[in-house]
DNA sequence: AATAAAAATTAGGCAAGCCTAATTTTGCAA
DNA sequence: TTGCAAAATTAGGCTTGCCTAATTTTTATT
């Protein structure tokens, strides 16, 4: 079983290779992990060692397979745990992920099993983070940043890049829920302003910043 | 916040006061966790410093109060997740134990008052162990063992002492459930053997080991 | 190619929690 | 009361995962 500290970098890893491409810096790591660099070459190199990552020199590192199903396991715990938190305990999507970084190490495959059926095998998280199954398949989802879309484009917003409390407050407060349908109405051209036709008619202006952050499906 | 270490000696002290009055001995500790007497000395030294235990020159040590409310804390939580774990998730209450003592170290108090809310303020655990309610007190029961019982008697079966599989296996297999009426029908005085009569007029002979691990209450 | 800045690694340290071995303290029996 | 055994503590060490400071390697710029 591998400790806490070593999920958090598969996952931080994870993350960082989805997000940049293939290789992954010791520098970007520290960053998003918040601890020194220094730090994050000791782990590495146990990690190496464990053939959890790969070294290529002077080009970064990566996950071998392995780490790469230790990551996705670790994310799937996250996420399904965030959705046992909103649907059956009644948080709000914006508290869910602290407590989650901390279920997210328990060790049980067949908790983890039981609880997926008990929350009835869901394919996204909270925020619209897609689920990967008990294999580690995710069920692709082909959504876009609502910044790609031209103006007269519709869909529906399935999730968020940005899962910050403030991000997301901002959203309960002018009324954009998951699943709702978005249309962009009009893109002002000086400021990249946005303005949405959110469900029943009802108009907002949101800023470049918010529509980068939204992703639209459909 | 205690690291999960600290909080497993809480508990331990707290079971060992429990069952054996006042002052706990180093030893003792020791041999619960499952870990050397040195080990233990050196975490007290650090648990006096935060004042969650006192010692007591040569006669051992106990939990502050402050300890004892820490140790209350951790044990609901245990025992909340274990309810969880049966009731809602499918466990077996044999299987429950070891996850729950992963469960009992995440640190949050909003998650466990919206878990013993979503779980209908339970009182008692699968094993039939009280659950402290948000405040650290318990609803008393005074069950006594069955092995204290003269034939005649009978009551509830509300509890065991015994938490382990092959003893809770064992009373799955003679159909004994929690909840379940029990009557002490004969005590056999040569080998302490009990008859008993259960839930539709089924007898059953179990050994005083038994008799000894059975908590009847009413 | 020279060199400065950025990135990465090495070296040495620290706290938590455990260990073994050695020593001291305590308690009980003769 | 002595003396031995059990209990407890001290001393020194180890691993994990982090730190700072110093050094080396890489990359980018001129």
Same mark, same amino acid.
């Given at each position: ?28 790591? =520290? ?92 394919? =996204? ?94």
């Amino acid at each position: 079983m591998h400790s806490s500290a070593e999920e958090n970098y598969l996952k931080a890893i994870y993350k960082l290779q989805e997000a940049n491409g293939e290789m992954v810096a010791t520098s970007a790591l =520290a960053q998003v992990l918040g601890i020194h660099m220094a730090s994050v070459t000791d782990m590495l190199k146990k990690m190496s060692a464990k053939k959890l990552v790969a070294y290529q020199k002077s080009k970064g590192f990566k996950l071998t397979e392995k780490g790469r199903l230790a990551a996705i396991g670790i994310i799937r715990k996250h996420r399904l745990w965030e959705v046992f938190l909103v649907d059956k305990l009644g948080f709000r999507w914006d508290e869910v992920h602290e407590i989650a970084e901390q279920l997210e190490h328990i060790h049980s495959q067949e908790l983890i099993d039981k609880l997926d059926a008990y929350l009835d095998f869901p394919k =996204a998280d909270p925020h619209g983070d897609p689920i990967p199954d008990a294999k580690g398949n995710f069920a692709l989802n082909k959504s876009v940043l609502l910044a790609a879309l031209p103006p007269g484009s519709q869909g529906k917003f399935t999730g968020v890049t940005d899962h910050s409390s403030a991000f997301l407050n901002y959203l309960d407060k002018i009324g954009l829920s998951l699943g709702d349908p978005v249309k962009v109405k009009e893109v002002e051209e000086y400021d990249k302003n946005y303005t949405l036709m959110l469900k029943g008619k009802k108009a907002v202006v949101v800023s470049f910043k918010v529509a980068n952050s939204l992703l639209i499906s459909e």
